[in-house]
């Protein structure tokens, strides 16, 4: 629908992977570097995990979309919970072997077979198996197995494994996977977004689809769409598309904070914004405290309501303010000392330890105030619900 209104060619929040939106941030761009290494070796296994939505199959997706099909060959399983021999059944079928029968040596068979043709093609072969957080130790192990096939000295096929945290955890603390560890050539996890990489990331989707400047954003949105999803790219997809599509059922041109908050309420309350696999949730949002019902919120005053968002504005600034005095405490703590020819004086030591304590009271006093603030906005809050419920015609309006 809102795609209609805005005049885009299509839907660029949708849920699904695909490759055409594929965005490289940091961490993604990292992730591809240790695949484009783990690739070059041509055997083993390559391992990427992340949070539930943080662009796994996402990225994926776009390395198949661009790898040369004339030198690799490349399948994908997405797993449920398979044992061993439904493992390797799954594979033959993601190359496209028919195997006759439920027998797994008759599948294994086929599946070297296979691999010895395509080598003798002249082409490598790469399984992606995603969602391996799934699979049992058994399925793992069939996996190895797999990967011990070979042609002369050549491995024949290489695996690509995503998942989530737990899986990482899996493979490094379990003892039944040490020969596994031991294969494993190239290892990343990926990060949420840094905040200042959402904005980039929804004007690429947008512009994917042929965004024209309408809507238009404020300045705001993107740093409070930051904080409400945490950076993560599908909590990212699934806020925007619902904020697009109120943009478009109220026939807006302008998306702001205040319709993100309409948009978070909506999802909290419809119970479909958290995945229950992910991690901690992301904050809550900042126009929209608990002692709020969002319908309320909505009713208010323009002038309240717009002193309301000032103040959160400047609550926002404040905690990114925070963020950044905190990094430098960080970097200062953790400043190599000086070398053993060069012996620190005791003036700049002196100098260095009380910057480091005029940082810390920066932190606590912007903290004090921040929550100062927050206590007066809740308090603001309070006051006009309890002024729109006080006579009937104001809860008629």
């Known amino acids: 629908m809102y795609d209609t209104f805005y005049q885009l060619t299509g839907r660029p929040f949708q849920l699904t992977p695909d490759p055409e939106f594929y965005f490289e941030s ?12 783990g690739l070059a070796q041509g055997e083993g296994f390559i391992v990427i995990t992340g949070a539930v939505g943080a662009g796994k199959s996402t990225l994926a997706a776009h390395l198949l ?11 994908q399983i997405v797993t449920s919970r398979l044992d061993g021999g439904e493992m390797v059944h799954m594979a033959a079928r993601a190359f496209g072997i028919a195997v006759a029968g439920h027998d797994k040596a008759s599948a294994l068979a086929v599946i070297e077979a296979f691999l010895h043709e395509e080598a003798r093609a002249g082409r490598r072969c790469l399984l992606v198996v995603d969602e391996t957080q799934n ?3 058994e399925a793992l192990e069939e996996l190895r197995m797999l990967s011990n096939f070979q042609l002369g000295a050549h491995p024949l096929l290489q ?3 995503l998942g989530q945290p737990e899986f990482r955890d899996l493979l490094q603390n379990s003892p039944r996977l040490e020969q596994l560890r031991q294969r494993v050539i190239a290892m990343h996890h990926l990060e ?3 905040l200042s990489e959402v904005g980039p990331y929804v004007m690429h989707r947008l512009a994917c689809v042929g965004w024209n400047g ?6 705001q949105l993107f740093a409070d769409l930051a904080l409400v999803t945490g950076c993560l790219p599908r909590r990212i997809n699934q806020v925007f598309g619902r904020l697009l599509l109120m943009g478009a059922v ?7 904070s205040a319709m993100l908050a309409d948009v978070m309420a909506d999802l909290e309350r419809d119970g479909t914004l958290a995945d229950p696999a992910a991690p901690a949730p992301a904050p809550a949002p900042l126009i929209t405290p608990e002692a709020a019902p969002a319908s309320a919120v909505r009713e208010l005053p323009g002038e309240a309501l717009s002193a309301i968002v000032g103040l959160q504005k400047a609550l926002a600034a404040h905690s990114e303010q925070i963020v950044e005095l905190q990094k430098a405490v960080l970097e200062l703590a953790d400043m190599p000392a000086p070398p053993a020819a060069v012996p620190a004086t005791e003036a700049r030591i002196e100098a260095l330890e009380a910057t480091l304590a005029a940082l810390q009271q920066r932190i606590v006093a912007l903290e004090a105030r921040g929550a100062e603030q927050e206590q007066a906005i809740r308090h603001v809050l309070t006051m006009l619900i309890e002024w729109l419920e006080s006579e009937p015609p104001r809860r008629a309006a």
Not at 65 to 75: E, F, H, K, V
């Open 214 to 219: 309408n809507p238009a954003f404020d300045d």
């Open 65 to 75: 979309a661009t790898i040369d099909r004339q030198r690799l060959t490349a399948a």
């Open 250 to 256: 109220e026939q807006k041109t302008r998306i702001d």
């Open 159 to 161: 695996i690509l494994l």
């Open 135 to 137: 699979l049992s130790i």
């Open 26 to 37: 940091g961490t993604h761009r990292k992730a591809l570097s240790y695949l484009g290494y």
């Open 192 to 194: 949420a977004m840094e």
